[in-house]
């Protein structure tokens, strides 16, 4: 009989959905064989943040409380270890040959020992203690770029006009959404736009950049040519259209041509109104279809009862309008109610399969997407 575990904390699927590897709030490290579907707690000593799986490969990272991180097989082969600083999140390329880490203060590293250089360390404001999120690390080995965002800017300073390794500075300018380069390590672009937390990823091919916010703003980039902003319909008023001129008509700001209906309540509230889906603030973004479509991530839905209902809205790559609106159910709730555990929800998008953690438990999610059918069905849920 399995002991609870607690919620997860962070977590990373296996590039062939094979597997999962989660820590949980209770510091356990958990490998989850998802063909089997079972489960095996391999320490109960795990830093909160440090699961990730490697792409393309069966070993995974991780760091005990000991500070080492380990570069570990499913089968338990430890491939190598060393001693590092407590990390906010991590990654590594499938070479084993580039790591990159988040502290506590959003800065970056590369490597490890004395081999560690700064990548991002211009400030120790925005953070993690002040923010209550990670800065999130997404790597396109492929592209050769890696996506991070921590805390939006709508409007932020170019990569000429500020350094990106100024340790002498208190607040940082690269805490926004930037897109990087995998080989040199530099900034290829600051995406500004967003606004207080959050999230975004690169596609696996490294063509688009996308991101989402608490303040309900979604944009898009392609990374060939980061200097034009693409927005995100908002479900409800659609494509809002800049450099208008003032003195137009609510209605004439807003580009509505290509909405599709949004998921409404099943029941009416107290005052008897069906209540439509609202633009829900964004917890995650995850590309679900290799390159091709990815999923917008949050909840924002009442059924009536005063329940909220947890929706992915679907998205193809380089195009603003949602395709489709995904129910990821409430039983149990996924793990979208809390930005301190936006790493709690991940993808393999050659597998097309999404796993998220759970609200108030400590299982998981398993998510299988048909994307000839356009529909996400929930295989399993592990406890």
Do not use: C
């Not at 209906?261 to 995650?284: C, F, H, Y």
């Not at 009862?305 to 949602?322: C, I, K, V």
């Amino acid at each position: 009989m399995h002991s609870r575990l607690e919620p997860v904390t962070s977590l990373s699927v296996s590039t062939d959905g094979r597997y999962v590897i989660s820590v949980h709030e209770d510091s356990r490290l958990v490998l989850w064989n998802l063909e089997k579907r079972e489960r095996e707690v391999l320490s109960e000593s795990a830093n909160l943040y440090s699961a990730y799986f490697i792409d393309e490969s069966d070993a995974f990272l991780w760091q005990g409380l000991d500070n080492i991180v380990r570069v570990q097989r499913v089968t338990g082969e430890v491939i190598e270890a060393f001693e590092h600083f407590p990390t906010y999140g991590h990654v590594m390329d499938s070479t084993l040959s580039n790591y990159l880490a988040s502290d506590i203060d959003w800065n970056i590293f590369h490597g490890h020992g004395e081999a560690m250089r700064p990548v991002m360390q211009d400030g120790i404001s925005p953070s993690f203690q002040g923010s209550g999120k990670i800065l999130k690390i997404t790597l396109s080995e492929e592209g050769r770029k890696f996506v991070s965002a921590g805390l939006g800017d709508r409007e932020s300073l170019s990569i000429e006009e500020v350094a990106a390794v100024a340790p002498e500075r208190r607040f940082s300018n690269y805490t926004g959404v930037t897109l990087w380069d995998l080989d040199t390590f530099q900034p290829i672009a600051m995406l500004p736009g967003n606004s207080y937390k959050v999230d975004a990823t690169i596609s696996p091919d490294g063509q688009w950049a996308v991101s989402g916010d608490e303040n309900t703003l979604g944009f898009f980039w392609n990374t060939d040519i980061p200097e034009i902003r693409h927005r995100m319909a908002d479900y409800l008023s659609g494509v809002l259209l800049e450099d208008l001129p003032d003195g137009l008509e609510t209605d004439e700001y807003w580009d509505k041509s290509g909405l599709i209906p949004v998921p409404e309540s099943s029941r009416p509230d107290k005052w008897g109104n069906i209540r439509s889906l609202t633009t829900p603030t964004t917890i995650a973004i995850a590309f679900i279809n290799g390159s091709e479509e990815f999923l917008r991530i949050g909840y924002a839905h009442d059924d009536g009862e005063g329940m909220s209902r947890t929706y992915a809205a679907l998205f193809e790559a380089g195009n603003p309008w949602p395709q489709a609106y995904l129910d990821l159910g409430r039983n149990p709730f996924p793990s979208v109610n809390n930005y301190s555990r936006n790493l709690s929800i991940d993808s393999a998008p050659e597998a097309n399969l999404l796993v998220t953690g759970q609200a108030f438990d400590g299982g998981i999610n398993v998510y299988r997407y048909d994307p000839d059918a356009r529909t996400l069905t929930k295989e399993w849920v592990g406890r």
